[in-house]
């Protein structure tokens, strides 16, 4: 392994990420490409890896998504002020 090579880490981040197990590898596979791109920020390899990484991340360690059901066609539960209520007005 050469430790001053940007493609020896990508390579090492793309290992973990493809072990799945997201828990305990995600985060090294984020280290590892964070690394290599600190070695050499063009590579567009690790910062694609790097995106997905973080996506899968988050996806398992977020909290689950509350929906609250909105329906764009009813009226606001408060009225927009109008210019002259809001002081805008001819006095």
Known sequence: LAPR????????GFTHQLK?????????AIECYHKALGLRPDDTFAQEMLTLAL????AVTMPPYQFVAYDPYEPLPF???KAAEAGGGEG
Do not use: V, W
């Open 5 to 12: 090579s940007a493609s020896t880490y990508t390579a090492l």
């Open 55 to 58: 996506i899968d991340q988050c």
């Open 79 to 81: 009225a927009p002020r």
């Open 20 to 28: 799945g197990n997201f828990q305990s590898h995600m985060g090294e």
